[in-house]
């Protein structure tokens, strides 16, 4: 990147404490923070399927391939940061052939920053900008005990349209994921 070419930022907002937050696109230079971020979610024990911590080189990998998916216009990204600090992160993924017209979407903000409107700008811009690639549908599944994320997603417009059974094993018990979907 030339020097008087400015990075691509999404939104820029504030928060109830006054600190800024941008949202902008990922880039390799945000692999060590992204790593922190994830591991940070395993760690908690956040309701995301992943369950065991990831390798530098793992999230490499994913980062690589993420870019890589954006450039061609398969994935949109977005990381919020704050103070030079990714504390969320998110992606639509493009689906393919009779499926290129609807787009996947994970989303998560660091735990001491949930509640503040975060993960609600990031969804109102992927909804922006997925109409902008083409996109007509937004799908993502959550897990049925996860009660805030279902309350973010039903209050921007998703809603359930099924669940697998028992398809989440948390410890010794199982819960329902539930499918949800928002015409664009
Ligand atoms: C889901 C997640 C991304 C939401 O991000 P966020 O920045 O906290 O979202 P927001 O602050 O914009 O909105 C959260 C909404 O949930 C509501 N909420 C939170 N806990 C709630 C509860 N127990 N009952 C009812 N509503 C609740 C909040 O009130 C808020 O709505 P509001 O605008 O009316 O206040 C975040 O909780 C997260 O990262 N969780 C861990 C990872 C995860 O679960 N990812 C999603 C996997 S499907």
Same mark, same amino acid.
């Given at each position: 990147?030339?020097?008087?070419? !400015?990075?691509?930022?999404?939104?820029?907002?504030?928060?109830?404490? /006054?600190?800024?937050?941008?949202?902008?696109?990922? $880039?390799?230079?945000?692999?060590?923070?992204?790593?922190?971020?994830?591991?940070?979610?395993?760690?908690?024990?956040?309701?995301?399927?992943?369950?065991? !911590?990831?390798?530098?080189?793992?999230?490499?990998?994913?980062? !690589?391939?993420?870019?890589?998916?954006?450039?061609?216009?398969? =994935?949109?990204?977005? @990381?919020?940061?704050?103070?030079? %600090?990714?504390?969320?992160?998110?992606?639509?993924?493009?689906?393919?052939?009779?499926?290129?017209? @609807? /787009?996947?979407?994970?989303?998560?903000?660091? $735990?001491?920053?949930?509640?503040?409107?975060?993960?609600?700008?990031?969804? $109102?811009?992927?909804? %922006?900008?997925?109409?902008?690639?083409?996109?007509? =549908?937004?799908?993502?599944?959550?897990?049925?005990?996860?009660? =805030?994320?279902?309350?973010?997603?039903?209050?921007? /417009?998703?809603?359930?349209?099924? !669940?697998?059974?028992?398809?989440?094993?948390?410890?010794?018990?199982?819960?329902? %994921?539930?499918?949800?979907?928002?015409?664009?």
């Amino acid at each position: 990147m030339k020097w008087f070419q !400015r990075e691509k930022v999404y939104r820029e907002f504030l928060i109830g404490d /006054g600190r800024k937050v941008i949202l902008r696109p990922p $880039k390799m230079g945000d692999l060590k923070d992204l790593l922190v971020f994830i591991n940070s979610l395993v760690d908690e024990k956040a309701d995301i399927p992943l369950d065991v !911590r990831l390798t530098r080189q793992e999230e490499a990998e994913w980062l !690589r391939s993420l870019l890589s998916e954006a450039k061609k216009g398969c =994935s949109i990204s977005i @990381v919020a940061e704050i103070d030079g %600090e990714i504390i969320g992160n998110a992606s639509v993924h493009r689906g393919i052939g009779r499926r290129s017209h @609807v /787009g996947t979407l994970d989303i998560a903000v660091t $735990k001491a920053l949930r509640n503040m409107g975060i993960g609600t700008a990031m969804i $109102k811009t992927f909804i %922006e900008e997925s109409r902008g690639i083409g996109l007509r =549908s937004l799908h993502l599944s959550v897990f049925d005990s996860n009660i =805030s994320a279902k309350c973010l997603y039903s209050k921007i /417009g998703f809603r359930e349209v099924g !669940r697998w059974p028992r398809a989440i094993r948390k410890g010794e018990c199982y819960v329902d %994921e539930i499918c949800m979907a928002l015409e664009l």
